[in-house]
T-cell receptor, first 114, second 116 residues
Framework: DTAVSQTPKYLVTQMGNDKSIKCEQN?????MYWYKQDSKKFLKIMFS???????INETVPNRFSPKSPDKAHLNLHINSLELGDSAVYFC?????????????FGPGTRLTVL | AQKITQTQPGMFVQEKEAVTLDCTYD???????LFWYKQPSSGEMIFLIY??????QNATEGRYSLNFQKARKSANLVISASQLGDSAMYFC?????????????FGAGTRLFVKA
């Protein structure tokens, strides 16, 4: 059983389109995250949710809107896609949002904007 | 500023030898955690090892050990008896209190090549 799953694995789309990435975890964790990994492999936090509530919102364009319908799911919707949005997006989860929590990552979604 | 520094963009090691991947961190918080993740060419992020700031002993997980030197703010990963499958990108990360809550900051990564 996959602990943290994401769909789709690959997403190729045109500039200006709107797309969503879905994430689900079956670990019973309270906290979920979205990360962006750029072409130089640099990994940066975008959002964090704890029990469906947004707790971290980095300086991300408001074209990116996360939604957490329940604590096992965290989706990412992106409006008006731009070339610079091309990256790998990782979902992750941790037991709580505390300082000692290990994060477990999904397989990633490679987004290519043409 | 809170940050993680990995100064080795790439490292080579002979199969069956040990290798140390360097990581230094910067934070003024007393409570923090340090992690190492492996990212093979297939792209997934695999958790390897964890060290809490209050832990007295260095963490070990199988062939992985974390050489935690708090005074020097370093958290180097040691891989013993390297295997070909260890060839991957390795990320050091630190979890610290930031605006809004605890967040994890990643280093730029070290690409490890294991030679047969």
């Amino acid at each position: 059983d996959t602990a943290v799953s994401q769909t789709p694995k690959y997403l190729v789309t045109q500039m200006g389109n709107d797309k969503s990435i879905k994430c689900e975890q079956n670990l019973g964790h309270d906290t979920m995250y979205w990360y962006k990994q750029d072409s130089k492999k640099f990994l940066k936090i975008m959002f964090s949710y704890n029990n469906k509530e947004l707790i971290i919102n980095e300086t991300v364009p408001n074209r990116f809107s996360p939604k957490s319908p329940d604590k096992a799911h965290l989706n990412l919707h992106i409006n008006s896609l731009e070339l610079g949005d091309s990256a790998v997006y990782f979902c992750a989860s941790s037991l709580t949002s505390g300082w000692a929590d290990t994060q477990y990552f999904g397989p990633g979604t490679r987004l290519t904007v043409l | 500023a809170q940050k993680i520094t990995q100064t080795q963009p790439g490292m080579f090691v002979q199969e069956k030898e040990a290798v140390t991947l360097d990581c230094t961190y910067d934070t003024s918080d007393p409570s923090y955690s340090l992690f190492w993740y492996k990212q093979p060419s297939s792209g997934e992020m695999i958790f390897l090892i964890y060290q809490g700031s209050y832990d007295q002993q260095n963490a070990t997980e199988g062939r992985y050990s974390l050489n935690f030197q708090k005074a020097r703010k370093s958290a180097n990963l040691v891989i013993s008896a390297s295997q070909l499958g260890d060839s991957a990108m390795y990320f050091c990360a630190m979890r610290v209190l930031n605006t809004g809550g605890f967040k994890t900051i990643f280093g730029a990564g070290t690409r490890l090549f294991v030679k047969a």
